[in-house]
């Protein structure tokens, strides 16, 4: 999927590369207008940062997503464990406990 940007739009877009990573700098206005596509252009790699009064102040950029693995009984087996006197009181309280 393609973005399609304005020639206005295209022109008005400062373009830097930090890290490797594409960056493009646009205005407030410019993004609340072209949202979507900032977003399919965050998906795809790059940082959007948005500028108020020509200050930077968002930076957009794609959550990375983690896959969760359904819970397999036992697979913590060994990992925890509860000590023999578990249950007995604690010296610090023994006073108490009379």
Request: zero cysteines.
């Amino acid at each position: 999927m393609a973005i399609k940007l304005t020639l206005e739009l295209v022109a008005k877009i400062e373009m830097k590369y930090s890290k490797g990573i594409l960056m493009q700098q646009v205005t407030l206005a410019e993004a609340s207008e072209n949202l979507a596509q900032f977003i399919d252009a965050a998906i795809k790699g790059e940082e959007i940062i948005i500028l108020k009064d020509k200050q930077p102040v968002v930076k957009l950029i794609a959550v990375s997503s983690t896959k969760r693995y359904p819970a397999k009984a036992g697979s913590a087996k060994g990992l925890i464990w509860i000590s023999d006197d578990f249950d007995e009181p604690l010296e610090d309280f023994k006073e108490y406990m009379e």
